[in-house]
């Protein structure tokens, strides 16, 4: 590169005549426009290789009879056209119906936990708002939950919900008493709130992250001229604070609502591979209908169906959000 | 101009580079062949305390059969939570060892994938024969009829664990052979204020061994003779409501257990928590724990009367670990070799000690090691009253469907549900809808 330079500083100082420009000038600029693009490509082939292919030879594998007859040599399995998702839709049957009931159990638990995981988020970041001796050291306490390894948290929360020798129920019944007995957590009913308890201790420093720095955008001059006006706390969050912290809102919410609605780990760690009735989400329940039963075909239709769930309320969301940003931008 | 044409170079390098590297995984998933001789990748389940102390059994014992055959063998021991979906990925990707250890109650199962070397008259051969092999072992090697997808490696078989302390203390002389002596004795520990007996409430697998045993005492079968799913007939019922019942009627399972599917039952006993465990080759692992052989006894596991024997006297499963060759290996002949000297009489004595099972080979069976106190009992229980899982192709499916079922009526249990004959029944046609159409 060294012997280089000089001779390159060299071309770059010659007067340039139009005579010995216009012939190179063409090619030149396509190739200066042509270069991010190029700088591109790896980064492009890479999201096909990582991102696309995969899910295409998903969406090819929910089209195919892919039992362990067949997992050997997959390309060779017979096409079943329509019968995974034939299957898999089919409410009346079996299958069908405990893959509704999961769906709606992890509607539910997505929006409880989406839900609480914002509020929470968002009170904290909101009180944390003044300065006060410590702030600094509650703010990183809790962003714990967010920056813990998810496997190591979620042990950690099994062990707290044993039945016979957990803290929860130490706490519950031991101590409070709230309890006539000690409750189960990890089988049974109370699943799907053992499940909510993690899942909102893990997602809501999240939410408080973002919300806190949407907060910084918000000028102080306006809760001043608020409080002239005479306006009370409740008052200033609800008219400057949150339309302020609108369009923060809007991906957090949707982030949160994704990344809950797809969560494997949490429920994996904490019940293993046959979740309870009650807590049995649908990511789970994709991965036993492929793994555990050994048929991979149904399992990539149930998986399809889901990404187009998922894509439609995504879609609809971006949509209805952004058509009421405009007015407001205006 | 000069670095735009690097720029230009290096970012369609980068590409090419990356599609190269992407594509370049697939292998043939064709016959084995011979293009490796020097290399086995063998893997290994986790028969002792933990990963390391497997290594440290194994390692020296590859190290022999490296210095004899010049081969070396790469080891990876696989976490039982692990194993069936590295064994599944192998097949399908085609990258897998060459040996492994697979639980033979998926022999049946893996079989049906195609992954695996069959074992023919030829490749049995090549090992020393057939007939080296006991037949209770080698009736959990694959579906009847077609050849052997593994070999025997390790032999188990259930047994009842008791505490000698808390059946001394409460006056129990000698150990329960019947489930009503069983209850009896429960109650008597209980009434000292003990536990009586542990389970793995939470474990589909347990669940499965526990549930298939009590079906046969019942005579009754989860599978017809043409191997169609028949989980709901009324011995079947009687067999998974038995079991439950043990916690939801007898009460001589703590509720605390509906949940135990990390081997706490193992644990509970070995710190006298428990009086009694049914468990299959428990003695390595309760040692490990700290619980020193003379504070334990070993029993045959009950029976409803008499004595163990065949038929409805069955009183365990055939448990087990199968060797095994990957059919696309690159080193058939040293797989081979590895099988042989893998089952030979010697190595067979020093594996199954050092885990405390029994040589599925005749010759290393008769050594003075497991004709002795605990593996006694367990050796006679494979002998005479031991019978093998249904070698179907939906046996994985079975195990994970009425597994799951067993595990949501024990919860049900220590919820204080009732447990009847409908709900179980109901538990278990739900079971059978899962299973795949035939």
Redesign the interface.
């Given at each position: 590169m060294t012997t280089?330079a000089p001779a390159?500083a060299a071309?770059a100082k010659r007067p340039s005549g139009a005579a010995g420009r216009s012939p190179r000038r063409r090619p030149?600029r396509i190739?200066?426009i042509g270069?991010p693009y190029?700088?591109l490509?790896?980064a492009?082939?890479?999201e096909l290789?990582v991102h696309l292919v995969p899910m295409v030879i998903g969406i090819a594998m929910s089209f195919k009879e892919l039992?362990?007859?067949h997992?050997?040599?997959?390309g060779d399995a017979p096409w079943s056209g329509l019968d995974n998702y034939q299957v898999s839709v089919d409410f009346d049957?079996?299958?069908g119906e405990?893959l509704l009931r999961s769906f709606f159990i992890t509607v539910a638990f997505t929006l409880l936990s989406v839900g609480l995981c914002w509020l929470i988020g968002t009170a904290a970041a909101l009180y944390l708002q003044d300065t006060f001796r410590g702030r600094g050291l509650l703010r990183a306490l809790f962003l714990v939950p967010y920056a813990l390894p998810v496997y190591a948290a979620v042990i950690t929360w099994v062990f707290m919900f044993?039945?016979?020798n957990g803290l929860v129920n130490h706490v519950l019944h031991d101590q409070l008493g709230l309890t006539d007995k000690p409750s189960?957590w990890?089988?049974?009913?109370n699943s799907f709130v053992a499940l909510l308890v993690v899942s909102v201790w893990k997602g809501w420093p999240f939410a408080f992250l973002i919300v806190m720095a949407g907060l910084q955008n918000i000028p102080k001059e306006q809760y001043e001229a608020a409080a002239l006006d005479g306006a009370g706390m409740w008052q200033q969050i609800r008219r400057i604070t949150l339309p302020s912290l609108r369009p923060v809102n809007q991906v957090l919410l949707l982030v949160l609502f994704l990344w809950t609605f797809n969560d494997f780990n949490t429920p994996y760690v904490l019940f293993?591979?046959?979740a309870?009735?009650a807590a049995d989400l649908i990511s789970v329940h994709i991965y036993?209908a492929s793994?555990?039963?050994?048929?991979f075909g149904t399992g990539s239709a149930m998986s399809v169906l889901l990404l187009l769930f998922l894509l439609v309320v995504t879609g609809g969301y971006l949509l209805l959000t952004s058509r009421g940003r405009k007015p407001a931008d205006v | 101009m000069r670095r735009t044409r690097a720029a230009t170079a290096g970012a369609v390098t980068v590409s090419l580079l990356t599609a190269l590297t992407a594509c370049g995984g697939g292998s043939s998933t064709s016959g084995g062949s011979n293009d490796a001789p020097r290399t086995l990748t063998y893997w290994a389940s986790n028969q002792g305390a933990s990963i390391e102390a497997d290594k440290k059994v194994l390692r020296p014992e590859l190290d022999k059969f490296e210095k004899q055959t010049g081969i070396k063998v790469e080891l990876e021991v696989i976490p039982w939570s692990d194993l069936l979906n590295r064994i599944l990925t192998a097949a399908t990707s085609g990258q897998g060892p060459d040996v492994l250890n697979i639980g033979n109650t998926w022999s049946a199962s893996l079989q049906a994938t195609g992954a695996l070397l069959p074992w023919d008259a030829k490749n049995f051969d090549a090992i020393g024969g057939r007939d080296r092999f006991v037949d209770s072992a080698l009736g959990s090697t694959g579906a009847e009829g077609q050849d052997p997808a593994a070999v025997p490696l390790y032999s188990m078989s259930y047994a009842l664990y008791y505490n000698r302390e808390i059946f001394a203390d409460a006056g129990i002389t000698r150990p329960p052979a019947t489930w009503d002596e069983l209850i009896a004795d429960g109650r008597k520990i209980q009434a000292k204020g003990g536990s009586a007996l542990g389970a793995e409430g939470a474990n589909p697998s347990e669940n499965i061994h526990h549930v298939f045993v009590f079906a046969k005492q019942h005579g009754a079968d989860f599978f017809t003779a043409d191997g169609k799913p028949d989980f709901t007939g009324d011995g079947v019922v009687a067999a998974v409501k038995q079991y439950v019942d043990l916690m939801a009627k007898d009460k001589i399972i703590a509720p605390g257990n509906a949940e135990y599917a990390q081997n706490q039952s193992v644990s509970d006993f070995a710190k006298g928590r428990t009086a009694m465990l049914l468990w299959q080759n428990a003695a390595a692992n309760l040692r490990s724990q700290g619980m020193s052989e003379d504070k334990f006894g070993v029993a045959p596991v009950p029976v409803q009367s008499g004595t163990p024997g065949a038929g409805t006297q069955v009183n365990s499963m055939v448990a087990g670990i199968n060797l095994a060759v990957f059919k696309n290996t690159d080193n058939l002949d040293g797989a081979r070799k590895f099988v042989k000297f893998m089952t030979s009489d010697a190595e067979q004595k020093i594996l199954n000690t050092a885990y405390s099972s029994i040589p599925p080979v005749k010759a290393a069976q008769a050594d003075a090691a497991f004709t002795t106190g605990a593996n006694a009992v367990l050796k006679d229980t494979l002998a005479k009253s031991a019978a093998a899982m249904p070698q179907v192709a939906d046996e994985s499916q079975f195990e994970t469907a009425v597994g799951t079922a067993v595990k949501e009526l024990f919860a049900d249990a220590a919820a204080g549900r009732a447990v009847t004959t409908d709900s179980v029944k109901a538990a278990l046609s739900k079971a059978q809808q899962q299973m795949p159409a035939k």
């Amino acid at each position: 590169m060294t012997t280089t330079a000089p001779a390159e500083a060299a071309v770059a100082k010659r007067p340039s005549g139009a005579a010995g420009r216009s012939p190179r000038r063409r090619p030149g600029r396509i190739r200066r426009i042509g270069l991010p693009y190029l700088l591109l490509l790896p980064a492009l082939v890479l999201e096909l290789l990582v991102h696309l292919v995969p899910m295409v030879i998903g969406i090819a594998m929910s089209f195919k009879e892919l039992t362990q007859f067949h997992i050997r040599d997959w390309g060779d399995a017979p096409w079943s056209g329509l019968d995974n998702y034939q299957v898999s839709v089919d409410f009346d049957a079996p299958v069908g119906e405990a893959l509704l009931r999961s769906f709606f159990i992890t509607v539910a638990f997505t929006l409880l936990s989406v839900g609480l995981c914002w509020l929470i988020g968002t009170a904290a970041a909101l009180y944390l708002q003044d300065t006060f001796r410590g702030r600094g050291l509650l703010r990183a306490l809790f962003l714990v939950p967010y920056a813990l390894p998810v496997y190591a948290a979620v042990i950690t929360w099994v062990f707290m919900f044993q039945h016979d020798n957990g803290l929860v129920n130490h706490v519950l019944h031991d101590q409070l008493g709230l309890t006539d007995k000690p409750s189960f957590w990890l089988i049974g009913d109370n699943s799907f709130v053992a499940l909510l308890v993690v899942s909102v201790w893990k997602g809501w420093p999240f939410a408080f992250l973002i919300v806190m720095a949407g907060l910084q955008n918000i000028p102080k001059e306006q809760y001043e001229a608020a409080a002239l006006d005479g306006a009370g706390m409740w008052q200033q969050i609800r008219r400057i604070t949150l339309p302020s912290l609108r369009p923060v809102n809007q991906v957090l919410l949707l982030v949160l609502f994704l990344w809950t609605f797809n969560d494997f780990n949490t429920p994996y760690v904490l019940f293993g591979k046959s979740a309870p009735e009650a807590a049995d989400l649908i990511s789970v329940h994709i991965y036993q209908a492929s793994f555990v039963t050994w048929n991979f075909g149904t399992g990539s239709a149930m998986s399809v169906l889901l990404l187009l769930f998922l894509l439609v309320v995504t879609g609809g969301y971006l949509l209805l959000t952004s058509r009421g940003r405009k007015p407001a931008d205006v | 101009m000069r670095r735009t044409r690097a720029a230009t170079a290096g970012a369609v390098t980068v590409s090419l580079l990356t599609a190269l590297t992407a594509c370049g995984g697939g292998s043939s998933t064709s016959g084995g062949s011979n293009d490796a001789p020097r290399t086995l990748t063998y893997w290994a389940s986790n028969q002792g305390a933990s990963i390391e102390a497997d290594k440290k059994v194994l390692r020296p014992e590859l190290d022999k059969f490296e210095k004899q055959t010049g081969i070396k063998v790469e080891l990876e021991v696989i976490p039982w939570s692990d194993l069936l979906n590295r064994i599944l990925t192998a097949a399908t990707s085609g990258q897998g060892p060459d040996v492994l250890n697979i639980g033979n109650t998926w022999s049946a199962s893996l079989q049906a994938t195609g992954a695996l070397l069959p074992w023919d008259a030829k490749n049995f051969d090549a090992i020393g024969g057939r007939d080296r092999f006991v037949d209770s072992a080698l009736g959990s090697t694959g579906a009847e009829g077609q050849d052997p997808a593994a070999v025997p490696l390790y032999s188990m078989s259930y047994a009842l664990y008791y505490n000698r302390e808390i059946f001394a203390d409460a006056g129990i002389t000698r150990p329960p052979a019947t489930w009503d002596e069983l209850i009896a004795d429960g109650r008597k520990i209980q009434a000292k204020g003990g536990s009586a007996l542990g389970a793995e409430g939470a474990n589909p697998s347990e669940n499965i061994h526990h549930v298939f045993v009590f079906a046969k005492q019942h005579g009754a079968d989860f599978f017809t003779a043409d191997g169609k799913p028949d989980f709901t007939g009324d011995g079947v019922v009687a067999a998974v409501k038995q079991y439950v019942d043990l916690m939801a009627k007898d009460k001589i399972i703590a509720p605390g257990n509906a949940e135990y599917a990390q081997n706490q039952s193992v644990s509970d006993f070995a710190k006298g928590r428990t009086a009694m465990l049914l468990w299959q080759n428990a003695a390595a692992n309760l040692r490990s724990q700290g619980m020193s052989e003379d504070k334990f006894g070993v029993a045959p596991v009950p029976v409803q009367s008499g004595t163990p024997g065949a038929g409805t006297q069955v009183n365990s499963m055939v448990a087990g670990i199968n060797l095994a060759v990957f059919k696309n290996t690159d080193n058939l002949d040293g797989a081979r070799k590895f099988v042989k000297f893998m089952t030979s009489d010697a190595e067979q004595k020093i594996l199954n000690t050092a885990y405390s099972s029994i040589p599925p080979v005749k010759a290393a069976q008769a050594d003075a090691a497991f004709t002795t106190g605990a593996n006694a009992v367990l050796k006679d229980t494979l002998a005479k009253s031991a019978a093998a899982m249904p070698q179907v192709a939906d046996e994985s499916q079975f195990e994970t469907a009425v597994g799951t079922a067993v595990k949501e009526l024990f919860a049900d249990a220590a919820a204080g549900r009732a447990v009847t004959t409908d709900s179980v029944k109901a538990a278990l046609s739900k079971a059978q809808q899962q299973m795949p159409a035939k």
